[in-house]
């Protein structure tokens, strides 16, 4: 594996929790960062997040990872899945419990969606974690995306309550860097 894994991203938060991830266990795994203002297709997380990822690998001429999340609703057959940032940038951590007022159900699955490319005119591989929850009236900080909100499955606290290092064995992040972990490691061999 090059040491100059580049993670294409400009959140502070992210980079901070997928540093963390990464960088535990016996083989850690060291990335640099670079922040670039990437447009996003509309689609599937997939599709998102291959494309997202092509475009970075060109973008910085070598290999790189790029992450993507979605909060999906159940009630809403899955929307507003990978435009969830849209979502909550308009209408808040109350406004998303609004969409679901008129649901019983407030089942949402949190997905991330790492994408990992060798370099420009490599297919991007792609690496997703999802995690079970539901969708809550928010508590705890609301400084990290929609974490105050979402409750996974067997807590009773959201991701914001939950202690980082809990949090970062448990959340659809981790899962998906537990994939990436992986196939990086079996590459370096």
């Not at 949190?110 to 999802?130: D, L």
Request: include cysteine.
């Amino acid at each position: 594996m090059s040491p100059n894994l580049v993670f294409v991203t400009g959140n502070a938060n992210k980079l901070k929790e997928v540093k963390a991830i990464l960088s535990a266990g016996g083989q850690p795994i060291e990335i640099d960062s670079q922040a670039l203002d990437i447009p996003e297709i509309q689609g599937t997380t997939e599709e998102v997040a291959k494309d997202k990822c092509r475009r970075a690998a060109e973008a910085i001429g070598g290999p790189c990872i790029t992450e993507d999340t979605a909060l999906s609703f159940r009630a809403m057959n899955g929307l507003p899945g990978p435009y969830i940032k849209h979502f909550l940038g308009s209408l808040g951590h109350e406004g998303l419990n609004r969409m679901l007022a008129g649901f019983e159900d407030k089942g949402a699955s949190a997905i991330c969606t790492f994408a990992y490319s060798a370099g420009p005119g490599t297919e991007p591989i792609v690496f997703e974690g999802r995690t079970e929850g539901a969708l809550v009236p928010a508590r705890g900080p609301p400084v990290f995306g929609w974490d105050a909100c979402f409750e996974p499955l067997g807590y009773d606290l959201t991701y914001a309550e939950i202690p980082a290092d809990e949090k970062n064995k448990i959340s659809h992040r981790y899962k998906a860097l537990d994939k990436l972990r992986t196939f990086l490691q079996s590459r370096a061999s």
